[in-house]
C-alpha cells in the first residue's frame, strides 16, 4: 500500500477588528499607487466592454497581485493567502459599517469599477 501524506494547507493568523480595519484601508490604498491603477486601467482598456465576465477574468490576478504585497504585512503568504484575509474581513462587514464600505470599494475594483 502506498500513501501520499498531502502537505497541510498554511496557518493563516486570526486577524482582530482592527487588524482587518487596517488591511481593508491598506488594500484599498494599494490601488491607488499610480502604478497599480495604470496596471488595472489598462488591463480594463483590452477588454471587451460587453463581456463583464472577461474583464474579470483579467483583473482577479491584478488584484490578486496587489493584495498580497499587503496582506502579507499581516503574515498572509503563500497560496490563498489573499482570500484567507479577504473573507476574515469581511466577516466584520456586518457589524462594522466602515469595514463593510470598504468592502464594497474593494468588490468594485474587482469588476473594473
Same mark, same amino acid.
Given at each position: 500500500v502506498i500513501r501520499i501524506m498531502a502537505t497541510p494547507p498554511p496557518a493563516f493568523?486570526?486577524?482582530?477588528?482592527? #487588524?482587518?480595519?487596517?488591511?481593508?484601508s491598506e488594500a484599498i490604498a494599494a490601488f491607488e499607487i499610480p502604478e497599480n491603477k495604470e496596471?488595472? #486601467?489598462?488591463? $480594463?482598456?483590452?477588454?471587451?466592454?460587453?463581456?463583464?465576465?472577461?474583464?474579470?477574468?483579467?483583473? $482577479?490576478?491584478?488584484?490578486?497581485? $496587489?493584495?498580497?504585497?499587503?496582506?502579507?504585512?499581516?503574515?498572509? #503568504?503563500?497560496?490563498?493567502?489573499?482570500?484567507?484575509a479577504t473573507m476574515q474581513i469581511n466577516m466584520f462587514a456586518p457589524q462594522d459599517p #466602515? $469595514?463593510?464600505?470598504?468592502v464594497r470599494m474593494l468588490a468594485a475594483k474587482l469588476s473594473g469599477n
Open positions: 493568523p486570526t486577524l482582530t477588528l482592527d #487588524e482587518a480595519k487596517a488591511a481593508l496596471r488595472m #486601467e489598462s488591463a $480594463i482598456a483590452g477588454c471587451d466592454p460587453t463581456n463583464p465576465m472577461a474583464k474579470m477574468q483579467v483583473l $482577479i490576478p491584478i488584484v490578486q497581485e $496587489i493584495q498580497a504585497s499587503v496582506m502579507a504585512k499581516y503574515k498572509f #503568504e503563500g497560496p490563498g493567502a489573499v482570500m484567507a #466602515e $469595514i463593510a464600505n470598504g
